[in-house]
């Protein structure tokens, strides 16, 4: 069955720093990588997401993440965060062709201003 | 723009007592899909429909029952509640052609079993 784990529970970093949030997740087959926000009192919505070709991939917002198929990693960065960045970060695989989206356990970003 | 909408949004429940929760999607989207939301324990799938008349189960598919009544719905019963039930509850729904693997989630459906 797939798992995944993100390594943070809680983060916290000053405005302007540096983040990445780690991702492993254990599948032996093709999957497709999701990083989803849930920004406080709203509902997920998706970063970004990898289904093939480039391993490193951007998305919204200035975030990016890059895909190591040998690590089964999925590491989630931005170079510079900022005080509306605070929000929980789920990451997410499904299996290539699969139904099953299965989420990690969240990371809880907090910036300060 | 109503996207996926989920009812009731707040619901407090004895023990023992029975719910429903509805899930509606108007955006033409095969797959839907009930999560629940537990602090330090992320979105854990319950159950999933890959297409309308069909269901399967989840990660934590036990004490609960979904229906696919039609492309647009997908409800979510608790026959039973309880206390470990309590949670928020997250319907989603994803357009399976195209493989875009996006899922659109529901605001959310926030459940207390007393």
């Known amino acids: 069955a797939q798992s995944v784990s993100q390594h943070n529970h809680h983060v916290i970093l000053s405005e302007a720093a540096s983040l990445e949030l780690g991702c492993n997740y254990s599948?032996?087959?093709?999957?497709?990588l999701f990083w989803y926000v849930q920004y406080p009192g709203q509902h997920l919505q998706l970063l970004l997401k990898?289904?093939?070709?480039?391993?490193l991939v951007k998305g919204i917002k200035g975030f990016e993440a890059e895909f190591i198929k040998s690590k089964f990693s999925f590491n989630l960065r931005k170079p510079s965060v900022q005080w509306s960045d605070t929000a929980e970060y789920f990451c997410a695989v499904r299996e290539r062709g699969g139904g099953k989206l299965i989420f990690g356990q969240g990371t809880e970003l907090s910036v300060k201003p | 723009n109503a996207g996926v909408t989920q009812t009731p949004k707040f619901q407090v429940l004895k023990t023992g007592q029975s719910m429903t929760l509805q899930c509606a999607q108007d955006m033409n989207h095969n797959s839907m899909y009930w999560y629940r939301q537990d602090p330090g324990m992320g979105l854990r799938l319950i159950y999933y429909s890959a297409s309308e008349g069909t269901t399967d189960k989840g990660e934590v598919p036990n004490g609960y029952n979904v229906s696919r009544l039609n492309k647009r719905e997908f409800s979510l019963r608790l026959e039973s509640a309880a206390p470990s039930q309590t949670s928020v509850y997250f319907c989603?729904?994803?357009?399976?052609?195209?493989?875009?693997?996006?899922?659109?989630f529901g605001e959310g459906s926030r459940l207390t079993v007393l």
């Open positions: 989603a729904s994803r357009p399976t052609s195209g493989e875009t693997g996006e899922l659109f």
């Open positions: 599948y032996g087959g093709t999957v497709n």
């Open positions: 990898y289904f093939s070709g480039d391993p």
